[in-house]
């Protein structure tokens, strides 16, 4: 009789552990495809997808993105580091030449071209199990980002999403070690260490080397007297960091772009340079914890050792920390105190006092490098000096010039501490497809955007916002725009607040440096344009909509469809730079896309707007562009184009301000017909032009 009941609570109690057990399956499916594509990618493949993962808000690939990021660029620079060892190894201790005397030094090459042959043979071996992408040439502008942690950018923010609020502030925190001076990350983390959630005592920096974990660990215990503990702990350290070091200078042998074809002994000499510059850079970086820089880091470790090992008995070791200590500060008053004290043992003898021999050679290449690199500085720049003295120069000197122009400008840079650019946003063609695009983020506050769009709302009208242009970019949406040259005039008539006019210019000057600090042209950058627009989707439009919210334009020439693009009326050719940021994300569609060619049939990168995000690119054809159409709710944003010409300053900035200015001393003025059509609008403002510029347009 319980039959059927029986069945039904069965069915009842089983359904959701079959519906369990199925998405269970499903998730394991979905990891195992995320796993084989994520495996299949290279580093650059997993870098890109990771950011775009991030422009989509996607905030659990955006993490997992970078995770396999961080795993596969370690495992390519592992791979990488362990062929040119075993090569350089095999060379050093096996090599047999064809020819017993070593004529022309061309023993040298033969190496060279047997451990050619080497690498070539070791990275076909990994190819062979990773697979055939493995080993792809990672571009440097990645990995110099890579090597800046700059993705920790990325993650913190996508923590921060997920309130994951601990390793947000990691992340932040390593990001700054690297990039101290960006202020949108100092204030981020001061914001995570003054939430509830975080722990200040645990915020750390997750890419500290190994070795200083031990260090600290052996000074700890050596303070503490325990003095076995402190020894173990301090030679692992300093084993570590020697290993790291011939790990990074192994790293630095790698491809070098000559820029041009010199004769052979330049190419040599180039890239030999390039190299030990490399090279000379890695015992500081590596002597460097969380951004600061610890001269003495590797020679504390045998001030500490000698000590310890005097504590424990060990004499010989003791006096052979000592003299070890003092290759590097010969005349350590101290450390010579301490060599008198041992020498002064019965049971010492002076063969007690021989250093560590791997030190002593670390030393000697130590010295031997520095004095290269202090003689490549001083001759060719004195051989600089002397060309520019000379006041004339035969056509027949252009290939010495060339060669001589290249060494200084690619070396002697670096020797006189160069350094490379170090730009607080998303800034290389491999983040949005091309090295004229540039993201920041957090330019302006929620409060800004809230308050921009409230201004948009009150004074925009339908249409461009210039010229009476009423014919919006796609009949399924409502185009609302407004001009600073409209507000100023709203603001002289007290409809509008000077506050909120104020405000404008504010953030638009504030938009107006970043791009200058971000492109990094040498000139002036002035705005020539400024619009405040919004896009909204209207009722009853197609969902799966195909037009665009914008077409695919370039923003100073006319895209045709065989790929030019003419420098020619009506396109606005004197524009040289465009900006836009963005004010909301509560809309659906409305993404702006960077594309290959006018129709569209490689889209380069997607950004998604959200408020305080700035867009910057050059204005040209290489930056064909558009926006995906709106299909729900109102994206707003604020355009700005630049122009590096004078005269094609926008004439409205100069308005507003002394619309302001007039405001301030005499108050505004009453309205005395309508502005919502176009003629009345130009004419009020040629008479506004007239009172308060005193020039005639």
Same mark, same amino acid.
Not at 149 to 178: D, M, P, R, S, W
Not at 504 to 512: F, Q
Not at 555 to 567: W, Y
Not at 611 to 633: E, I, K, Y
């Given at each position: 009789?319980?039959?059927?009941?029986?069945?039904?609570?069965?069915?009842?109690?089983?359904?959701?552990?079959?519906?369990?057990?199925?998405?269970?399956?499903?998730?394991?499916?979905?990891?195992?495809?995320?796993?084989?594509?994520?495996?299949?990618?290279?580093?650059?493949?997993?870098?890109?997808?990771?950011?775009?993962?991030?422009?989509?808000?996607?905030?659990?690939?955006?993490?997992?993105?970078?995770?396999?990021?961080?795993?596969?660029?370690?495992?390519?620079?592992?791979?990488?580091?362990?062929?040119?060892?075993?090569?350089?190894?095999?060379?050093?201790?096996?090599?047999?030449?064809?020819?017993?005397?070593?004529?022309?030094?061309?023993?040298?090459?033969?190496?060279?071209?047997?451990?050619?042959?080497?690498?070539?043979?070791?990275?076909?071996?990994?190819?062979?199990?990773?697979?055939?992408?493995?080993?792809?040439?990672?571009?440097?502008?990645?990995?110099?980002?890579?090597?800046?942690?700059?993705?920790?950018?990325?993650?913190?923010?996508?923590?921060?999403?997920?309130?994951?609020?601990?390793?947000?502030?990691?992340?932040?925190?390593?990001?700054?070690?690297?990039?101290?001076?960006?202020?949108?990350?100092?204030?981020?983390?001061?914001?995570?260490?003054?939430?509830?959630?975080?722990?200040?005592?645990?915020?750390?920096?997750?890419? /500290?080397?190994?070795?200083?974990?031990?260090?600290?660990?052996?000074?700890?215990?050596?303070?503490?007297?325990?003095?076995?503990?402190?020894?173990?702990?301090?030679?692992?350290?300093?084993?570590?960091?020697?290993?790291?070091?011939?790990?990074?200078?192994?790293?630095?042998?790698?491809?070098?772009?000559?820029?041009?074809?010199?004769?052979?002994?330049?190419?040599?000499?180039?890239?030999?340079?390039?190299?030990?510059?490399?090279?000379?850079?890695?015992?500081? /970086?590596?002597?460097?914890?969380?951004?600061?820089?610890?001269?003495?880091?590797?020679?504390?470790?045998?001030?500490?050792?000698?000590?310890?090992?005097?504590?424990?008995?060990?004499?010989?070791?003791?006096?052979?920390?000592?003299?070890?200590?003092?290759?590097?500060?010969?005349?350590?008053?101290?450390?010579?105190?301490?060599?008198?004290?041992?020498?002064?043992?019965?049971?010492?003898?002076?063969?007690?006092?021989?250093?560590?021999?791997?030190?002593?050679?670390?030393?000697?290449?130590?010295?031997?490098?520095?004095?290269?690199?202090?003689?490549?500085?001083?001759?060719?720049?004195?051989?600089?000096?002397?060309?520019?003295?000379?006041?004339?120069?035969?056509?027949?000197?252009?290939?010495?010039?060339?060669?001589?122009?290249?060494?200084?400008?690619?070396?002697?840079?670096?020797?006189?501490?160069?350094?490379?650019?170090?730009?607080?946003?998303?800034?290389?063609?491999?983040?949005?497809?091309?090295?004229?695009?540039?993201?920041?983020?957090?330019?302006?506050?929620?409060?800004?955007?809230?308050?921009?769009?409230?201004?948009?709302?009150?004074?925009?009208?339908?249409?461009?916002?210039?010229?009476?242009?009423?014919?919006?970019?796609?009949?399924?949406?409502?185009?609302?725009?407004?001009?600073?040259?409209?507000?100023?005039?709203?603001?002289?008539?007290?409809?509008?607040?000077?506050?909120?006019?104020?405000?404008?210019?504010?953030?638009?000057?504030?938009?107006?440096?970043?791009?200058?600090?971000?492109?990094?042209?040498?000139?002036?950058?002035?705005?020539?344009?400024?619009?405040?627009?919004?896009?909204?989707?209207?009722?009853?439009?197609?969902?799966?909509?195909?037009?665009?919210?914008?077409?695919?334009?370039?923003?100073?020439?006319?895209?045709?469809?065989?790929?030019?693009?003419?420098?020619?009326?009506?396109?606005?050719?004197?524009?040289?730079?465009?900006?836009?940021?963005?004010?909301?994300?509560?809309?659906?569609?409305?993404?702006?896309?960077?594309?290959?060619?006018?129709?569209?049939?490689?889209?380069?990168?997607?950004?998604?707007?959200?408020?305080?995000?700035?867009?910057?690119?050059?204005?040209?054809?290489?930056?064909?562009?558009? /926006?995906?159409?709106?299909?729900?709710?109102?994206?707003?944003?604020?355009?700005?184009?630049?122009?590096?010409?004078?005269?094609?300053?926008?004439?409205?900035?100069?308005?507003?301000?002394?619309?302001?200015?007039?405001?301030?001393?005499?108050?505004?003025?009453?309205?005395?017909?309508?502005?919502?059509?176009?003629?009345?609008?130009?004419?009020?403002?040629?008479?506004?032009?007239?009172?308060?510029?005193?020039?005639?347009?």
């Amino acid at each position: 009789m319980f039959g059927p009941y029986l069945a039904l609570a069965l069915l009842l109690v089983l359904t959701p552990i079959r519906r369990a057990q199925e998405d269970e399956d499903d998730k394991r499916r979905e990891a195992a495809m995320r796993e084989e594509i994520v495996s299949n990618a290279t580093v650059l493949e997993t870098y890109e997808a990771a950011v775009q993962a991030y422009l989509d808000e996607d905030w659990d690939a955006c993490i997992q993105g970078f995770r396999d990021m961080m795993h596969k660029y370690k495992n390519y620079r592992n791979m990488v580091i362990k062929c040119r060892r075993k090569c350089r190894t095999e060379m050093d201790e096996g090599f047999s030449p064809l020819y017993r005397e070593n004529i022309e030094d061309l023993h040298f090459y033969e190496k060279k071209v047997k451990e050619t042959l080497c690498l070539l043979q070791c990275n076909q071996e990994y190819r062979d199990l990773a697979g055939k992408r493995a080993l792809q040439r990672l571009p440097k502008k990645t990995e110099y980002k890579i090597m800046m942690q700059q993705h920790y950018e990325y993650l913190h923010g996508c923590y921060y999403q997920k309130k994951y609020y601990q390793e947000a502030a990691n992340a932040v925190f390593t990001y700054l070690i690297y990039n101290p001076t960006h202020k949108a990350s100092q204030a981020s983390l001061a914001y995570y260490m003054g939430l509830p959630q975080v722990n200040n005592e645990t915020v750390r920096n997750l890419e /500290v080397q190994p070795f200083f974990k031990d260090y600290v660990s052996g000074v700890t215990a050596y303070e503490n007297e325990y003095y076995e503990e402190a020894v173990e702990k301090l030679e692992f350290s300093l084993k570590s960091f020697f290993e790291a070091e011939e790990q990074c200078r192994f790293y630095c042998e790698g491809p070098f772009d000559q820029g041009w074809s010199p004769e052979f002994t330049t190419a040599v000499s180039n890239h030999f340079v390039f190299d030990l510059h490399c090279k000379r850079r890695c015992s500081r /970086v590596l002597s460097t914890l969380n951004g600061d820089y610890r001269a003495d880091f590797l020679v504390n470790h045998f001030n500490y050792l000698q000590f310890a090992y005097y504590k424990l008995g060990d004499l010989r070791k003791a006096c052979e920390t000592v003299e070890t200590f003092l290759l590097f500060f010969p005349s350590d008053d101290t450390m010579l105190a301490n060599k008198e004290f041992y020498a002064s043992l019965p049971i010492v003898d002076e063969d007690y006092f021989t250093p560590r021999q791997d030190v002593v050679s670390y030393v000697k290449r130590q010295e031997y490098e520095k004095l290269l690199l202090r003689y490549i500085a001083e001759e060719f720049n004195a051989f600089e000096d002397k060309v520019e003295a000379s006041e004339s120069k035969s056509k027949d000197d252009t290939d010495v010039n060339e060669i001589k122009v290249f060494l200084l400008n690619h070396y002697i840079g670096v020797a006189t501490n160069a350094t490379l650019p170090k730009i607080n946003a998303i800034t290389d063609k491999y983040d949005l497809g091309d090295d004229s695009r540039f993201l920041v983020e957090g330019l302006i506050n929620q409060a800004d955007c809230e308050s921009i769009i409230r201004i948009a709302e009150m004074t925009s009208w339908e249409g461009d916002g210039y010229e009476n242009n009423q014919s919006p970019h796609s009949e399924f949406e409502r185009f609302e725009g407004v001009t600073i040259g409209r507000l100023a005039m709203l603001a002289y008539y007290g409809i509008l607040e000077p506050e909120l006019l104020k405000l404008i210019l504010r953030v638009t000057e504030t938009v107006r440096q970043e791009t200058q600090r971000i492109v990094k042209v040498n000139q002036q950058l002035y705005i020539t344009y400024t619009h405040l627009v919004c896009r909204t989707a209207l009722p009853g439009s197609p969902v799966n909509r195909s037009d665009y919210s914008h077409r695919i334009h370039a923003d100073n020439c006319l895209a045709q469809n065989d790929g030019s693009c003419l420098s020619e009326s009506p396109a606005y050719v004197h524009r040289d730079y465009s900006s836009i940021l963005y004010l909301n994300d509560n809309f659906q569609g409305g993404d702006f896309i960077f594309v290959k060619d006018k129709n569209a049939s490689t889209i380069e990168s997607t950004i998604r707007p959200r408020c305080g995000r700035m867009l910057s690119f050059s204005s040209g054809s290489r930056n064909l562009h558009g /926006v995906t159409a709106v299909t729900q709710g109102k994206r707003c944003a604020l355009g700005i184009w630049f122009t590096l010409q004078a005269d094609f300053e926008d004439l409205d900035r100069d308005l507003a301000e002394a619309v302001l200015e007039k405001i301030q001393l005499d108050g505004t003025e009453k309205l005395t017909e309508s502005l919502t059509d176009a003629e009345s609008y130009h004419r009020h403002k040629r008479m506004l032009i007239r009172r308060l510029l005193k020039r005639i347009v």
